[in-house]
């Protein structure tokens, strides 16, 4: 019998279309709860969004038509419609978009409440892991996105809007749920890749020309100008496995724990900072600069018990006695820190100690060691799928830290991500760099337990990441199996082979390097394009050969250099 192949049709929305004497908007959606009532409504032109969902089709624009879900009950009550079961495939990521809302002068005026768009499969029983969901709030619409990857073929499928409290009417407005075509996306980003990370560059032999006019000429990059590395800890860098693989192919590091309060004073008083000073040393045998985290971790049960135990007063000392103990050892020797982890997801110090603590962290440590790139640094807030983490509300915590006189000077994105879409994350990007601050991902890890699909999920993040111009440097959060805080998403084994997802990281290295050989022209002249970073240029001549070092830099024009010899 002749096999057929399944085709994956990309771009195309698998929301199942209604019968045709139904309502064109309401058809084939149905209510979930005893109470719930659809409606189909139009919404005031002066309502309807303006801005476009990123990537999602050429020329679509809000249609300004959607479906209420009124009298619900619960969080559970909403809507549902099915999907195309037939389209669905498994191994592929299904893309969420669309626009959400709260009915006007639901609950508290101005109150925001989550909304979920959950995949249920095979009857409803079963909720795929995935979705998206956002904080959306009365009076305005809130674009949704997420990404949802099925392991088998499903019975059946349905999107499933829900979540808001009692009473609270929910608005749906062009929901598209479609497979996306990430070969399509990595052309666009080869593409952007190209004009964001090289430069065209001429060197120029001058007055030497006429004697080496056609002489053969190798031109190597030695190191990128874009970093990248990952965390360490006292285990690890024991296995020679490990020590290979990150000595050839990372250039930073950061500690994993070693550096934490917890750990540098788990009893007060008794400070010891030989585990982070023992690291240190390691990464400067290697030549590798160190990334400071963290100073202090937001999120109340990361704190010791012995700081809890302090009254106000005692603990603001604390404070202030890490503060100084920690970056005065160590001041000058870690690029950037990580001041206060995590804020967009604890406020510990923030409840105890008053509004204006987490500025008076930065303002400190920038005093202390002025040198050093502070950093805000969480998680989620590049996967859409956190209310308590979007874009919008980071960019409002930067602020609301500078005006207080914090010198926040670098974003820190976790990127502890599953199943990433690239638009999504190029849409988290996009905001983030409004606030002209350099971006790093800080602790990259891909958990997925099909490394075939682990290493389509890294290219996602990498490409996207590598692609935009705000982004500096990208960390993982460790790369070996058996010494990750994440399971599956390691790129080598315990014995330091390399899968299929340190193979993709390895050859994404490999093409953002440039190399370039031929002959000198008549002029002088040797003309290549490079990506950023640091080369070193072998020239054959009758006199035997020379080797020159050079940088290439940022640069919108040609990078002209005087080679003199």
């Not at 998206?132 to 009076?139: D, F, L, Q, S, T």
């Not at 990430?182 to 004009?195: H, N, Q, W």
Request: glycine letters at 10%.
């Amino acid at each position: 019998m002749a096999c057929t192949q399944e085709v994956v049709v990309f771009g195309v929305n698998l929301l199942e279309s209604g019968a045709p004497e139904d309502d064109g908007l309401v058809a084939g959606w149905a209510a979930v709860g005893p109470c719930t009532a659809l409606s189909a409504r139009d919404e005031e032109p002066a309502k309807v969004p303006t801005e476009t969902i990123n990537d999602v089709a050429d020329g679509y624009r809000p249609s300004g038509r959607y479906v209420l879900a009124s009298g619900r009950a619960g969080e559970a009550d909403g809507l549902r419609r099915a999907l195309k079961r037939a389209a669905l495939r498994p191994r592929v990521t299904y893309r969420v978009a669309g626009w959400v809302g709260l009915g006007d002068g639901d609950g508290d005026e101005g109150a925001r409440h989550a909304v979920r768009v959950s995949l249920r499969v095979d009857g409803g029983c079963v909720v795929v892991d995935g979705g998206a969901v956002v904080c959306a709030e009365p009076g305005r619409w809130t674009e949704i996105k997420g990404a949802f990857r099925l392991k088998e073929s499903p019975r059946d499928a349905e999107v499933y809007v829900h979540g808001a409290p009692a009473g609270v009417d929910v608005k749906v407005m062009d929901l598209q749920v479609f497979a996306t075509d990430r070969r399509a996306r990595f052309r666009k980003l080869r593409k952007k890749t190209d004009k964001v990370r090289k430069r065209d560059v001429v060197l120029n032999f001058g007055s030497a020309a006429s004697g080496i006019s056609g002489a053969s000429i190798r031109v190597m990059q030695m190191d990128s100008s874009f970093p990248f590395g990952t965390c360490i800890n006292t285990n690890v860098i024991q296995n020679p496995g490990f020590v290979d693989f990150f000595a050839k192919h990372f250039d930073w590091a950061v500690f994993e724990n070693e550096l934490k309060w917890y750990h540098t004073e788990a009893q007060q008083g008794q400070l010891n900072y030989s585990d982070s000073d023992a690291l240190l040393d390691f990464c400067d045998r290697y030549g590798k600069p160190v990334r400071g985290h963290c100073i202090f971790w937001a999120v109340a049960n990361t704190v010791q018990q012995w700081v809890k135990n302090l009254d106000d007063d005692q603990l603001a000392s604390a404070v202030r006695a890490r503060l100084q103990s920690l970056l005065t050892r160590y001041a000058g020797r870690f690029p950037h820190y990580d001041v206060n982890n995590e804020m967009l997801h604890g406020s510990y110090y923030q409840d105890r100690l008053g509004d204006d603590i987490n500025a008076f962290m930065f303002r400190e440590a920038a005093r202390l060691d002025p040198g050093a790139t502070l950093f805000v640094n969480d998680y989620n807030v590049e996967g859409g799928s956190d209310p308590n983490a979007t874009p919008e509300k980071y960019i409002e915590q930067i602020s609301a830290l500078q005006q207080k006189g914090a010198a926040v000077g670098g974003i820190g994105l976790q990127g502890h991500v599953t199943n990433p879409v690239g638009e999504i994350i190029c849409d988290a990007l996009d905001k983030l760099a409004t606030t002209d601050l350099p971006v790093w991902l800080t602790e990259l890890d891909v958990s997925e337990s099909d490394v075939d699909l682990r290493a389509e999920d890294l290219e996602v993040v990498l490409r996207e990441a590598y692609a935009h111009p705000a982004v500096e440097g990208v960390i993982f959060w460790g790369c070996m199996q058996g010494h990750m805080w994440r399971q599956d998403a390691c790129l080598i084994d315990a014995d330091g082979n390399v899968n299929d997802a340190g193979e993709r990281f390895v050859d994404l290295r490999r093409e953002w390097t440039s190399h370039a050989r031929g002959q000198i022209d008549s002029a002088g002249h040797f003309k290549f394009r490079g990506y950023h970073g640091t080369y070193i240029v072998q020239l054959a001549t009758a006199t035997g050969k020379v080797h020159k070092t050079f940088s290439v830099e940022k640069g919108d024009t040609p990078l002209v250099l005087d080679m003199n010899l």
